[in-house]
Structure formats: C-alpha cells, structure tokens
C-alpha cells in the first residue's frame, strides 16, 4: 500500500521537520506547497510575482493555484509508493480537491500535529530557514542562531519574511479561521490521528511513526473490508 500522507497542524507546529524526517525515512517525497511557493517567490515566476505580497501579509494564496500545483505534483511518477503533504490542504475546499484528486488511489492517513498558540509564536518567532534552499532548521538547528549554516546545502541561515511577530499573529488567525476545521472534516476518518507537537522534536517522531504504523493497518484491513 503507497503512504499517503498528510501532515496538518498550526504554522510552527514542526509540519515540515517532521515531515522530512519521515520522507527520508520511507524514501517518498515531501510535498510543502509553501516551499514551492517561496522557491517561485525567489525565482521571480508569475506564480511567485502573484503569491509573494499574500504570503508576505501571512494570508492564503487562492485554493485554485495551490490545487493546481498539487493537483500536477501528484501526477508525477515519484509518489507511487506514496507522498507527505506539508501545508497542504488548509482550507475545506482543498481538502475536497484532494479527495478528488485521491479518488482510486490507496488512502489519505491523516496527522494533526497540535500545538498550543503561545509555544506557537515563539517558535515561530525564532525559527531560521534557509536562504539557498528554503529548508527549515529543525528546532535544534535554529538554536544555532543567525550566521549558521545550512545542514543540506551549506546556505546562509535567516529568518522567513513572514516569521515576524504581526505577520505569525496573522497567519495564526488564517490558520484558526480556514485550516482548524480541517480536524473536523477529517476527524471522523478512521485514518486520522491527532499528536501532541509540544513534546521533543524526537518523541514527536516517535508516536507519528506509531501512528502510521497503526493507521496503515487499519486503512489496509478498511480497503480489504
Ligand atoms: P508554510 O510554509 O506552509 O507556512 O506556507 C507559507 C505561506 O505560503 C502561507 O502563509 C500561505 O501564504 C502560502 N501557502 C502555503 N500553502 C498554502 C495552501 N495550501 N493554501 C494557501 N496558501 C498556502
């Protein structure tokens, strides 16, 4: 069965650590529709020249152009043995895209990483990501402070544009508002399982690991049901 997975949660819940350290693991690709975004940002496309003020203002790019970069993602040969969605849906109207888009295909295992809002802004707040290659540091990393550098690339370690404190207060209400009904739209699926994200970056990936492991199982005995 491919490993479909999705990975929800609050920005700075550690979606996109976690997220590579199971992609490394299991040898299939993550999905971040943010790092797409800011990688077109950086290059300067059309779709960064109309996405870069949105981000900027820690708003939602339209559900069509991200349902269109996901929808031609999972179109690619790579992910037959499965994906990791990071930032990707977050709002419900993605979410039906996708189960559109999943339609035939092994099914989505849901993972809501859940975070308290103030253990939020201040991880948000002192997070460093990559210059170069636009690669998050892991919590441990960033500890490492400004003028560190990049464990993949060797790139110069800075903060997000969008990591200062009125912009992560904003993209803390676009998440309450458009992407925490997503853990109801999902909820009631018996491959979802929420994870407390306020644990050691280790015991996070401890108990998600546990979780795939069982929600596999379920979702394997539910497909032969
Ligand atoms: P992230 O790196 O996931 O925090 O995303 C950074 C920014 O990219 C977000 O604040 C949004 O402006 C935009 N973005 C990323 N993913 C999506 C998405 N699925 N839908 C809409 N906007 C997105």
Known sequence: MALNLIMLGPPGAGKGT???RFAKSKGIPTISTGDILREAVHTGTELGKRAKAIMERGELVSDEIVIGIVRERLDRDDVRAGFILDGFPRTVP???ALDGIMAGRDPLIV?????ADDVLVRRLTTRLICQKCGTNAAVEDAAA???SRCGKCGGPM?????????VVIE??????RDTKPL??????????????????????????????AALSK??????RA
């Open 218 to 223: 379920a979702a394997t005995s539910g497909a």
């Open 18 to 20: 976690q997220a590579e």
């Open 111 to 115: 993972l809501n990483i859940d975070v």
């Open 145 to 147: 402070g400004t003028g």
């Open 171 to 176: 993209r803390l209400k676009t998440y309450l």
């Open 158 to 166: 800075v903060a997000r544009a969008d990591d200062n404190a009125t």
């Open 94 to 96: 993605q979410a039906k």
């Open 183 to 212: 853990v109801d739209f999902y909820g009631a699926r018996p491959t979802y399982r929420s994870i407390d994200g306020a644990q050691a970056p280790d015991t996070v990936t401890a108990d998600l690991e546990a979780a795939v």
